[in-house]
């Protein structure tokens, strides 16, 4: 059973950077696509970014185009978000999750994916 676990969130101020980590275990990423997710408090689940089994296609929400990106280590078995100049409208829970390929929302509200972490905190506030 595959299980992922985020890590790197935490408190930043507005124009600052974080990675975020998706780590995983009890399989490989290597037959995974991996897509991050955001929750805002109020808000529904919406998707980041998500990058392809083998790493070669990678796609993003517009709000995030060229500040966000997504990355992918499989002798790591780890997948990466690094997120520059961070706005308060970024602030939410962000959760990484694995599945055949990335789909939109419109397959249903968890975007087709088969494992889910319980996601990471990201405040970005001055």
């Known amino acids: 059973q595959l299980q992922l676990v985020e890590s790197g969130g935490g408190l930043v101020q507005p124009g600052g950077s974080l990675r975020l980590s998706c780590a995983a275990s009890?399989?490989?990423?290597?037959?995974?696509?991996i897509g991050w997710f955001r929750q805002a408090p109020g808000k529904e689940r919406e998707g980041v970014s998500c990058?392809?089994?083998?790493?070669?296609?990678?796609n993003y929400d517009d709000s995030v185009k060229g500040r966000f990106t997504i990355s992918r280590d499989n002798a790591k078995n780890t997948v990466y978000l690094q997120m520059n100049n961070l706005k308060p409208a970024d602030t939410a829970v962000y959760y990484c999750?694995?599945?055949?390929?990335?789909?939109?929302?419109?397959?249903?509200?968890?975007?087709?994916?088969?494992?889910w972490g319980k996601g990471t905190l990201v405040t970005v506030s001055s």
């Open positions: 009890g399989s490989t990423l290597d037959y995974h696509a």
């Open positions: 990058i392809s089994v083998t790493g070669g296609i990678t």
């Open positions: 999750a694995a599945g055949v390929v990335c789909h939109s929302r419109l397959v249903g509200p968890n975007y087709g994916m088969d494992y």
